[in-house]
């Protein structure tokens, strides 16, 4: 095991290092472009320290470069609305600080400090405040994928609320807007300037993401007002131009950061959420008013999109589609457009070309950042599609750039998480995938009944069915690569976090057809689950009920019920603090394989949350998750 462990190491420190790019901002105008860079190897002891950077939209020359704070992390650039400053963001976590910088003629200058959280910072429209949601002494980073507190004292007392604060941008003390109360997710101003429109829910924040309100706070009073509180959830809310009409994007969504569905709208004055899009064959994911109508992004099957879509009548033109990632900002948008709208810019990446920033009009996109052209691809990929009980289903298959003829290779399906959410090209540079590539597999990332991709109904297909129709899906999946691909059926993986950690445990307990699995904070009891987790909310819609209410669904879809029929090596690993899904899922998992004489090891990461973030943690996961398959897929292990 050591020497394998050495060998993926070396593996992955072979790799050159990738230019990365995110929280990308265009100015109004469209001639500068700011975000946030740093370049990775794969191999650092600690997180690469980023740089705010400043580059000319023309050619992607980098004008600037801001580090006023080495101790820190950047996010949030933000253009005034004339483009001649520039507001971001500075965290640093060592002292749980937030500065707000902004930067016009000179050095960037100190407008505001607190101890706490920080995020989106926005200009008012005529430019002469700033906002930022703020949450004052928090205990723990914003978003329950963030590690927990400690859980010590009267629990469920003290929540921390992310609230809607407002600054001058010449500097001063914070003044709170939204209620004491009342944890803010997403917000915009309102075109007048007067006031905001937020998603907001009362008390913790980390749960009730999934049954936040459509809400306006008054910037001067903080008054609050209830616009609508539907049965689905809404990101995105935004006013168009002539302050009439709210737009958001409602549908079934099951964690924090994949955002999906269709685009609702409402009159600002007050009224029902209509969906202006039902049926569309794809999930809408970000969007944005310019003039009378909405520019939008969307997955649909294999493309990401950039749609213009009529919010009366609901109709979508499509102005541009590639079979790439693209990106801007988390919850600013997939894209970052100019005032009128007729120039976009994104981040965009595939399996075989790296991040780059493009920019132009939207229907002709082109490169203007270059720092990643020499790094050549590292495996092959190709989109499959295959159909499962009347449903057209799509994957991506991944696999050495060279195949020996007459070869047949080991397969790992990675399951995504979620479940409502997608695989999506991505640059295949360091990390767990490259590792598996590197060493011999194929990789097959399937998006069953459940993702995003396919429209709403699809997304909703795995209602009260959780490890049902999406693993027979998956499992149709891999008979379709077996026809196109030199695939060995004896040597299959199966591999996945969060969701895709409960269907690699249920999986090893419904099949034999995998002969490794590595399970990543995955559910093993739906039902002790309930009473564990910091979400609960979100799974009211895909059970139809709390587990007190329906005891039955919650017990006959948790793997561990099944555990005698687990046979397969599996490899088990959680954060301490993992909010969404809590460590003793894990632990009770592991317990249930020992037991029944399985081949298992667990991993518990030392106050991590729901993601492995520190390097030499993922670092240390990535080369064990290779070593395993390593060892129980190899010829000999097979």
Not at 111 to 131: C, I
Not at 348 to 364: K, M, N, S, T
Request: net charge negative; aromatic share 10%; glycine share 12%.
């Amino acid at each position: 095991m050591l020497a394998l462990l050495a060998a993926a190491a070396l593996e992955a420190s072979s790799a050159p290092p990738v230019r990365q790019f995110h929280d990308l901002a265009l100015s109004a105008a469209g001639d500068r472009i700011a975000d946030v860079e740093s370049t990775e190897t794969g191999e650092e002891a600690r997180r690469p320290h980023a740089a705010l950077i400043i580059r000319s939209a023309r050619d992607g020359t980098v004008l600037r470069t801001l580090d006023p704070c080495g101790a820190c992390a950047y996010a949030s650039p933000a253009w005034s609305p004339t483009g001649d400053a520039l507001a971001f963001l500075a965290s640093d976590d060592n002292a749980f600080a937030v500065t707000l910088y902004v930067v016009d003629k000179g050095e960037p200058r100190i407008v505001v400090q607190f101890k706490g959280v920080g995020g989106e910072p926005r200009w008012s429209p005529d430019g002469s405040r700033l906002a930022l949601l703020a949450t004052a002494d928090a205990h723990k980073k914003t978003g329950a994928t963030q590690a927990a507190a400690p859980q010590v004292g009267e629990i469920g007392e003290d929540n921390d609320e992310q609230r809607i604060a407002i600054v001058t941008p010449s500097g001063g003390p914070l003044r709170f807007v939204s209620p004491a109360d009342t944890f803010v997710y997403e917000y915009d101003w309102t075109p007048d300037g007067k006031g905001f429109i937020a998603t907001a829910a009362k008390g913790n924040g980390d749960n009730n993401w999934w049954i936040a309100k459509l809400e306006t706070f008054d910037a001067g009073t903080g008054a609050e007002r209830v616009l609508a509180a539907p049965k689905f959830q809404m990101n995105y809310p935004r006013v168009s131009p002539d302050g009439k009409t709210v737009s958001v994007i409602g549908g079934l969504m099951s964690d924090f950061g994949p955002i999906g569905g269709d685009i609702y709208i409402a009159p600002l004055a007050g009224g029902e959420l209509v969906d202006r899009t039902p049926g569309f064959k794809g999930t809408f994911t970000s969007l944005t008013w310019r003039g009378r109508g909405l520019i939008a992004t969307a997955l649909v099957g294999d493309q990401n999109i950039i749609a213009a879509v009529d919010p009366i009548s609901g109709a979508a033109k499509t102005l541009w589609s590639s079979p790439v990632e693209i990106g801007a900002t988390d919850f600013n948008g997939q894209i970052s457009l100019t005032a009128d709208g007729k120039i976009a810019a994104a981040i965009v990446q595939d399996f075989a070309h790296p991040p780059a920033i493009e920019l132009g009009r939207i229907a002709a996109l082109k490169p203007i950042s270059h720092d990643n052209d020499a790094l050549a691809p590292q495996v092959a990929a190709r989109s499959v599609t295959w159909k499962s009980e009347g449903r057209d289903v799509q994957g991506w298959l991944l696999s050495p750039l060279q195949l020996k003829p007459g070869q047949t290779y080991p397969m790992i399906v990675e399951v995504h998480g979620g479940p409502s959410s997608a695989a999506e090209p991505r640059f295949v540079s360091h990390g767990t995938i490259s590792g598996l590539v590197a060493h011999g597999n194929f990789v097959f990332q399937p998006n069953p009944r459940g993702s995003y991709g396919q429209g709403e109904a699809f997304t909703r297909a795995n209602v009260r069915d959780f490890g049902g129709g999406d693993l027979r899906d998956i499992l149709a999946g891999v008979d379709a690569v077996e026809k196109i691909a030199p695939i060995d059926d004896k040597r299959l993986g199966l591999y996945g976090h969060s969701y895709g950690g409960f269907m690699t445990m249920w999986g090893v307990t419904q099949t034999q057809r995998f002969h490794a699995a590595v399970a990543g904070a995955g559910i093993a009891n739906w039902i002790s689950y309930y009473g564990q987790n910091g979400i609960d909310e979100w799974m009211i819609p895909f059970f139809g009920g709390s587990v007190y209410d329906d005891p039955a669904i919650y017990n006959a879809q948790s793997p561990i019920n099944f555990i005698k029929n687990a046979r397969t090596p599996t490899f088990v690993y959680v954060g301490e603090r993992d909010v969404e899904v809590p460590a003793p899922q894990s632990l009770e998992f592991w317990h249930g394989l020992r037991a029944v004489g399985a081949t298992t090891s667990l991993v518990i990461y030392p106050g991590e949350g729901h993601g492995i973030r520190k390097p030499e943690h993922a670092q240390d996961l990535q080369r064990r998750i290779v070593a395993w398959f390593d060892k129980y897929l190899s010829a000999g292990g097979a």
